[in-house]
């Protein structure tokens, strides 16, 4: 069964940056478009970015454009989240989500990576 393990989540100070990895364990992520999603504490979940099964196709939320870098690694099988100049609004847990189609709704979770920011 496909299961989604992030990496690269932890303690940064405001400015900083941080690049999260997602894989899966025995199996290929290059049937699926993939994306990461967001949830802070006393919020509801957001969608930050996706990324097309051949990575030419990315969307970013308004709050990350700019920022953030979304991309894939065939041979690796292994979808990043590079995030730079980060701010402490950034700080949730963050999720990689396998996609049905491009930016659609997740069929699939990881367990989600903590990323704090903070001076």
């Known amino acids: 069964q496909l299961q989604l393990v992030e990496s690269g989540g932890g303690l940064v100070q405001p400015g900083g940056s941080l690049r999260l990895s997602c894989a899966a364990p025995g199996f290929t992520l290059d049937y699926y478009p993939m994306g990461w999603f967001r949830q802070a504490p006393g919020k509801e979940r957001e969608r930050v970015s996706c990324i097309s099964r051949g990575g030419g196709s990315t969307n970013y939320a308004d709050s990350v454009k700019g920022r953030f870098t979304i991309s894939r690694d065939s041979a690796k099988s292994t979808v990043y989240l590079e995030m730079n100049m980060l701010k402490p609004d950034d700080t949730a847990v963050y999720y990689c989500?396998?996609?049905?189609?491009?930016?659609?709704?997740?069929?699939?979770w990881g367990q989600g990576t903590q990323v704090t920011v903070s001076s």
């Open positions: 989500v396998a996609l049905l189609y491009y930016c659609s709704d997740p069929v699939k």
